[in-house]
C-alpha cells in the first residue's frame, strides 16, 4: 500500500518574483478563453469588423489581401492560390479535423452511440436540413438552384456559445442536445459538400487519395498513436484532394476519422502503474536537492508523462489540443476574410428582395424552426423518442430558432456554390449575416423569457 501524500500548501510551492502579480491579470483572461461562449463572441467581433472594412474606405485593400497570391514550391512543383483560397481550402481543413474528431467522439461514446438518445438529435437534424432546402428551392426554381445546401448548416460555435450565456435558463440536456444536433447537421454538411459540391473529377488524384487513406487506417490497425505520422500522411491526403476536384476540406474530416479512438493503456493499469511511480519519487526526494540536480526524480516525472499519454484517447487528446485554435484562430481568420460583404445602399433593396436572399433568410430562419421542432415533435410524438430531461417542446423551439444561425458552413457553402458569380454572392452573404442575427436574437429572447422548463 502507498503511504497517503500530503498535499502542498501554496507557500510551499516556487513563485517566481512576478507570478503572483502576473496571475492576477492571467486568471481571468484564461476564464475568459476557456469559456464556451467566448469563441461565439470573438466570432460576431470579426464578423462586425469584416463587414465594416469592407464598407468602408479601407475596402479596395480588403479585396487586395483577400486576392493576394501565396505560393510553396518544392523543386519544380508549385502551388499557388490567393490568401481565400488558403484561408477557405486549407486552415479550413484543420475545422474540419475538428468536426472529424468531434463526429467520431459523438458516434462512438458520445449521444450518438445509444440509438435511443440518437434518435432524437438525428431526427431533428434531418427535418433541419431537409426543410431549409426545399424552402429555399422553393424560392429559386429555374434559377440559383445550386444554393440549396446554403441553408442546410448550422455554427455550432454560435448556436453554444448563446446556449451557454443563457446560463441555468436552460437544462444541460438542452445544450447537449443541441451539440448533438450540429454534429449530425456537420456530417449532413459535409456529406453535401462532398456529393453536390465537387469539381470535375481528376481520377489519378482521387486514386492518391484513396491510397492516402488506406495507409491512415493501416497505422490506425498498426496501434500507431503518435500524431506525426498521421500529420505527415493527412497532408499528402490534403494535396491529393485539392487536386482530385473533391473539396480538400474533406481531407480534413477523413483524416479524423483515421485517429485512434482507444488509449495504450486501460484505466486500472494507468492507476497502479502511477501509483509505483509515485511511490519511487516519494523514495527518491532527498531534501538537500532540488528537482533540477536529481536525476532519478527527473527520470519519474518523465516516465510519468510518458504514461499519461498512453492512458489517453489519441482521438480525445487531439480534439482537446485543437479545440482552442479553431475557435480563437482558424474560425476567426475565416469570418474576417469571407463575412466582410459590401452593402450598397441603393441597391439594398434589390439584395434584399433577390430569391437567393429570401430563399436563404426563409431556410434558415422558418425552415430550421419548422424542419428541426417539427421532426422532433413528430417522434416524440409517435413514442419513439424522449424529450431531453427537464426540457420542454417549447425550449425544443428554442434551440430549433438556434439551429438557423447558419454563418460559418453556410458562407462556406455559398462560396462553392456561388464561385465565379459575386453578385449571388453577396445576395447569399447578406441573407445569412441576417438571417443568422435574426435567429441568434429570436432564440435567446424565446429561451429566456418566454419558454418554460417543464412543470415538476
Not at 426543410?131 to 448548416?153: D, E, S, T
Not at 491512415?216 to 485539392?242: E, K, S, T
Not at 527527473?298 to 487531439?318: D, F, G, H, I, M
Not at 417522434?379 to 430549433?400: C, E, F, T, W, Y
Request: charged fraction near 15%.
Amino acid at each position: 500500500m502507498s503511504k497517503t501524500r500530503r498535499a502542498v500548501a501554496p507557500e510551499e510551492a516556487y513563485n517566481a518574483p512576478l507570478e503572483k502579480a502576473f496571475d492576477k491579470i492571467a486568471t481571468p483572461f484564461e476564464e475568459f478563453v476557456h469559456n464556451q461562449a467566448s469563441s461565439g463572441i470573438i466570432l460576431i467581433v470579426c464578423a462586425v469588423i469584416a463587414l465594416v472594412v469592407a464598407n468602408s474606405s479601407l475596402a479596395p485593400l480588403y479585396e487586395h489581401l483577400q486576392h493576394t497570391p501565396f505560393a510553396i514550391q518544392v523543386g519544380s512543383w508549385e502551388l499557388k492560390k490567393s490568401l481565400h483560397h488558403w484561408i477557405n481550402d486549407g486552415l479550413m481543413a484543420i475545422f474540419f479535423f475538428v468536426v472529424g474528431l468531434e463526429i467520431k467522439r459523438e458516434i462512438l461514446v458520445g449521444e450518438l452511440a445509444d440509438f435511443r438518445k440518437a434518435i432524437l438529435p438525428v431526427t431533428a437534424a434531418v427535418g433541419g436540413m431537409v426543410v431549409p432546402a426545399l424552402i429555399y428551392a422553393a424560392f429559386n426554381v429555374g434559377g440559383a438552384i445550386q444554393g440549396w445546401g446554403i441553408p442546410m448548416a448550422t455554427d455550432i460555435a454560435f448556436a453554444v456559445g448563446l446556449m451557454v450565456l443563457l446560463g441555468g435558463t436552460v437544462p444541460r440536456s438542452l445544450i447537449t442536445f443541441l451539440v448533438a444536433l450540429a454534429i449530425v447537421d456537420d456530417l449532413g454538411a459535409v456529406t453535401v459538400i462532398a456529393l453536390f459540391y465537387t469539381e470535375n473529377i481528376n481520377l489519378l488524384s482521387l486514386a492518391a487519395a484513396a491510397g492516402t487513406v488506406v495507409i491512415l487506417v493501416g497505422f490506425n490497425l498498426a496501434g500507431i498513436r503518435h500524431p506525426i505520422p498521421y500529420f505527415l500522411v493527412a497532408v499528402l491526403l490534403w494535396i491529393a484532394m485539392l487536386y482530385s476536384g473533391v473539396h480538400a476540406t474533406l481531407a480534413g474530416v477523413i483524416g479524423a476519422l483515421t485517429v485512434p479512438a482507444r488509449p495504450k493503456y486501460h484505466a486500472q493499469f494507468f492507476s497502479d502503474h502511477v501509483r509505483d511511480l509515485m511511490d519511487r519519487f516519494d523514495k527518491s526526494h532527498k531534501p538537500e536537492e532540488t528537482i533540477i540536480s536529481n536525476e532519478q526524480q527527473r527520470a519519474l516525472l518523465q516516465t510519468l508523462e510518458n504514461a499519461t499519454v498512453k492512458a489517453e484517447s489519441p482521438l480525445q487528446r487531439l480534439e482537446h489540443q485543437f479545440h482552442l485554435p479553431v475557435a480563437f484562430l482558424v474560425i476567426p481568420i475565416f469570418a474576417l476574410m469571407n463575412a466582410g460583404n459590401p452593402i450598397q445602399l441603393e441597391g439594398l433593396g434589390d439584395t434584399l428582395a433577390h430569391p437567393v436572399t429570401l430563399g436563404i433568410m426563409a431556410g434558415l430562419v422558418l425552415g430550421k424552426l419548422i424542419g428541426i421542432a417539427g421532426f422532433s415533435w413528430l417522434v416524440i410524438r409517435l413514442g419513439i423518442a424522449r424529450l431531453p430531461k427537464d426540457a420542454s417542446m417549447s425550449q425544443i423551439a428554442g434551440v430549433a430558432m438556434f439551429g438557423g444561425i447558419g454563418f460559418t458552413m453556410s458562407i462556406f457553402i455559398a462560396d462553392l456554390a456561388f464561385v465565379g458569380s459575386p453578385e449571388l454572392l453577396v445576395s447569399a452573404k447578406t441573407g445569412i449575416l441576417l438571417a443568422s442575427l435574426i435567429a441568434g436574437v429570436s432564440g435567446f429572447i424565446w429561451l429566456r423569457w418566454v419558454a418554460r422548463p417543464p412543470q415538476s
